[in-house]
């Protein structure tokens, strides 16, 4: 994958990310900016977004923002046109995870996972593609996972919301080509604070042993499929899920 700054046409490019306080997401922001996009990050941690934007100046700003809330959604989208006056690239990652036997799983912890992976998703992409759509040009992505493409056993609700979101994504490729572009792009095992925290460093290790490559991915590795995917480079890439899982799902 080219280094940063590689992408020439994502230099001006207004870039929306959601989730974009830690991990993938903060990482994704940090290679855009490199690439001279004009970014904003969406996150409802209201703390770790004022610690980003005081970090990364390069940024345009931050919004806190649920994206499971249509409310706050709209608020935060009429707040990124206040501040670059649309988008041309959505991604929408934020998500959550809960480690849990599925007999376990209480109805509201259900509804909170499906709301933030996949309602999240539908919302932010709704707001997203209506401005795209005035000026008929635009990339839409979501973080999927490979768990939406294969079962892992106690994690039913963000199983569920992932496989969601990449029939989704194939959807809106299908209904508003060819001006834009649509992808789900899946990792796999990711080192993120949200995998730390699920995770004791035995589980870990013994994760790592049933990769190929034997390794969690670095945040910045799906930032840089997030950028080529961005980018005119893959101008005939859209309706695909694109795993990047260091061979697991093979």
Known sequence: MPGPGRYEDLAGKRVVITGGASGIGLATARRFVSEGSKVVVIDRNEDALDEVLSNHPGLVGGIVA?????????????????LMGGLDVLIANAGISVRKPFLEIEYEQWVQVLGVNLGGVFLCAQEAIRRMQAQRSGVVLFTASTNGMVAHPLYADYNASKAGVILLAKTLALEFAPWLRVNAVCPGYVMTPMQEAEYTPEMLEEVNEKIPLKRHARPEEVAALFAFLASAESSYITGQYIAIDGGETA
Do not use: I, L, Q, T
């Open 66 to 82: 649920d994206v499971s809330c249509p409310d706050e959604v709209r608020r935060a989208f009429r707040e990124v046109d206040a």
